[in-house]
């Protein structure tokens, strides 16, 4: 009985997280989209290199700050983003519409999906960092597009920028990872 208790009130706190994260309640943000070149993780509001997004995936015209952990971000120009926040976790990364210049990896960085419509987006590894690959989902109602897991397709050429830089593949699911 305590067993069945202990399971019921985990799976109400956690169903009641659920809800009150997709309502918005804990402040958990749309996402964001880059508005200036060399845009980084590490940006403040005052960096004035983020926006807001819409859920149809363009800038609000509110500044804000860099993508945080499990945020997705757009790329709203044809620019060069650096990823040099520690362990940062990026639920998926959109290039449709831009001819991106590249990601830099210059922390150890998780991304779910890379999405595009046709350009493809280069990413150099740093030195002793690396780019993990995990395959979550985004939702268009949260980050301004859709992105199944696993996809890819937007990945472009990868440089491993020199000793121990690294990229991993960790999907629950390896067969079903499209590049």
């Known amino acids: 009985a305590i067993q069945q208790g202990l399971k019921a009130a985990l799976f109400t706190t956690s169903t009641a997280a659920i809800m009150l994260s997709s309502s918005g309640a804990l402040g958990v943000a749309a996402g964001v989209i880059a508005t200036n070149n060399n845009a980084a993780f590490s940006d403040n509001v005052g960096n004035n290199n983020w926006n ?28 060069t983003i650096t990823a040099d926040a520690a362990d940062r976790i990026i639920t998926a990364i959109n290039v449709a519409g831009t001819t991106p210049v590249g990601l830099n990896i210059a922390q150890n960085t998780v991304v779910g999906s890379i999405i595009t419509r046709g350009n493809l987006l280069p990413v150099t590894i740093n030195a ?33 920028g020199g000793a121990n ?15």
């Open 165 to 179: 830089a690294a990229l991993i593949i960790q999907s629950a699911a390896p067969a079903k990872i499209t590049l």
């Open 128 to 160: 002793g960092k690396s780019l993990t690959l995990n395959g979550n989902n985004a939702v268009a109602a949260n980050h301004g597009f859709d992105s199944p897991a696993d996809n890819y397709t937007g990945l472009g050429n990868i440089a491993l």
């Open 52 to 79: 807001e997004i819409t859920a149809g995936g363009v800038a609000n015209g509110t500044p804000a700050g860099s993508p945080q952990n499990n945020w997705a971000f757009t790329y709203g120009g044809d620019y």
